[in-house]
């Protein structure tokens, strides 16, 4: 028996967790602590299925987690294995770091917003509204983030600046990866439907600095849990 075969029969210490978040943070566990090392090739979806009593469909979306924070990588016909044992704040999301990603945003987005709502035609405002409707109740992750993207799209687009529109369009699929990522691991599809209703809001209202405001606290909540998925150092 190799050593990610004696973890997947070993018991799972996180019990109380929602199935694919317990399976996700049994990984994560046994990946920061070494027990399932860098190089190591994960155990098969049926011996992590069976570890949990979980569903492969569970078993994927934990898996899923984990690609999506950098810590495993699969090989087409080899299977899924380890390439790194912590996530830092150089964490990757698409072709930007994270970090990278964040620092830009704000420069760009939140005069973006505050100009759309001086800007804004009655027909761009309610696509916005209706894209933030379509979001509230898409229950599918990925038509979600898809949906995310056409919204900071539409917003850079109604601020009638090209400049923001061609930022906004050139990291739309580092965006789209952001946001999957965040849902995936720090589960923050709801609230930040919450946070796109405060923005339509703001740019329905005219007021620049509302649409602002309410960008800037979206684009602080987004960094805040960026900044929650790095491992620190004990």
């Known amino acids: 028996m190799n050593l990610s075969d004696s973890w997947a029969v070993s018991a799972p210490t996180n019990a109380r967790m929602s199935a694919a978040e317990a399976v996700f943070a049994d990984l994560r566990a046994a990946i920061s602590s070494g027990k399932l090392p860098v190089g190591q090739k994960l155990p098969s979806e049926a011996a992590l299925a069976a570890r949990h ?26 299977g899924t294995f380890v390439v790194r044992d912590r996530v830092g704040s150089d964490l990757d999301i698409g072709n930007y770091e994270a970090r990278e990603l964040m620092d830009a945003r704000p420069h760009v987005e939140v005069p ?59 990291i739309r699929d580092a965006l789209t990866r952001q946001s999957e990522t965040l849902n995936l691991v720090a589960h923050r599809q709801q609230q930040s439907n919450v946070e796109h209703d405060a923005i339509v809001a703001g740019i329905r209202s005219g007021d620049y600095d509302a649409a602002a405001r309410a960008m800037t606290a979206h684009l602080d909540a987004v960094r805040g849990a960026v900044e929650s998925l790095a491992d620190r150092p004990s």
Do not use: P, Y
């Open 53 to 78: 009593s979980v569903s492969r469909s569970v078993i994927r979306e934990a898996l899923r987690s984990c690609h999506a924070l950098g810590l495993t990588e699969t090989k087409t016909g080899l």
């Open 112 to 170: 973006a917003a505050g100009w759309a709502a001086e800007r804004r035609t009655d027909d761009e405002l309610a696509v916005l509204s209706g894209l933030a409707d379509e979001m509230r109740s898409e229950d599918d992750h990925e038509a979600w983030v898809l949906l995310d993207a056409q919204f900071h799209t539409a917003i850079a687009r109604a601020s009638r600046n090209r400049v923001f529109e061609s930022i906004v369009v050139d």
